[in-house]
């Protein structure tokens, strides 16, 4: 039988979308040419390759076996036809996903997704807090990155490339009574933190508070940076945010540095961006990597 290697992508597309509805749609065919191109493969394996369950195609222990290779071969072959000297980023069309952590959402968002929007008239950009579906979203959705920091739990289908780091600082309203940032100092007034997703539980703040054997309360956890200003505008709270927000404070807050008590790891934290694995070579994703590096330098 002669060998089809045009239907082997098709078991990339089906294991990430699990339905031939939406793989035809991914890949701009009839569900019924789906259908014939699934049983061709299944006659070139001898294997079902996916069965299902419910309402979701999931793949055959074969077919697990053919897809651990097999994403890295396509992209492979895809990167011969790249031309990233003549790639032309207003030719960009359809949904493009951008994700953001919620101190990333305050900071770097909107002058990249501005500089997006006018680079690339023809896309549609959607644009969202990093929440508990980002890393589901990231590896279904075809044009789809995020932006969060590190480190992170993700699988084999999903990349991540560095970008920065965050540098945190401590605001405060302009008439607030504390005269230092000296460890003891900071301690002694209630905290706000930016809570980030992947900090499970408590903070990291707090986390660090306990490998120093400090027995300090954060008396607000919170993803909204407004909500963090508003709280620290009308009380005597102290917020850890980002440094790269300072820019867009006003003459209501003032910030001093981090306590030097603290470790190193409560002064900074790495960044990254993420996209699945079929992304790798996409030229946007390198551009992507380059605005947001840029902005955050």
């Not at 060998?3 to 890949?27: I, P």
């Not at 990231?138 to 490339?161: R, V, Y």
């Not at 867009?248 to 934290?269: N, S």
Request: proline share 5%; with cysteine.
């Amino acid at each position: 039988m002669t060998k089809d290697l045009n239907l082997l992508r098709l078991l990339v597309v089906l294991s990430e979308e699990k339905q031939t509805t939406t793989a035809a749609r991914r890949l701009h065919v009839s569900q019924p040419t789906i259908s014939v191109m699934l049983r061709k493969l299944r006659d070139q394996f001898n294997d079902p390759l996916f069965v299902r369950d419910k309402n979701k195609l999931e793949p055959t222990v074969r077919c697990q076996q053919i897809l651990q290779g097999l994403p890295s071969i396509l992209d492979s072959i895809d990167a011969l036809y790249l031309d990233e000297e003549t790639w032309d980023i207003s030719q960009v069309s359809g949904e493009v996903t951008l994700i953001f952590s919620p101190p990333l959402m305050s900071t770097i968002a909107a002058p990249l997704v501005q500089l997006l929007s006018s680079k690339a008239p023809n896309a549609t950009v959607d644009c969202y807090h990093w929440g508990f579906d980002a890393l589901r979203d990231i590896e279904l959705k075809n044009k789809c990155w995020g932006f969060s920091a590190l480190p992170m739990d993700t699988n084999k289908n999903i990349m991540q490339k560095d970008i920065g780091n965050d540098e945190f600082v401590v605001v405060m309203r302009k008439d607030h009574p504390i005269n230092g940032n000296s460890l003891n100092e900071v301690l002694d007034y209630p905290l706000c933190v930016n809570l980030v997703y992947g900090d499970s539980g408590s903070s990291r703040s707090e986390q660090i508070f306990r490998k120093m054997h400090r027995d300090k309360k954060v008396g607000v956890r919170t993803s909204d940076v407004m909500v963090m200003l508003h709280l620290v505008e009308q009380s005597d709270y102290l917020g850890i945010v980002s440094k790269h927000l300072l820019p867009k404070l006003d003459e209501r807050f003032r910030y001093v540095d981090l306590p030097i008590e603290l470790p190193e790891e409560a002064h900074y934290r790495p960044l990254a961006l993420f996209s699945h694995q079929r992304n790798r070579h996409d030229p946007l994703t390198q551009w992507l990597h380059e605005r947001a590096s840029t902005l955050l330098s």
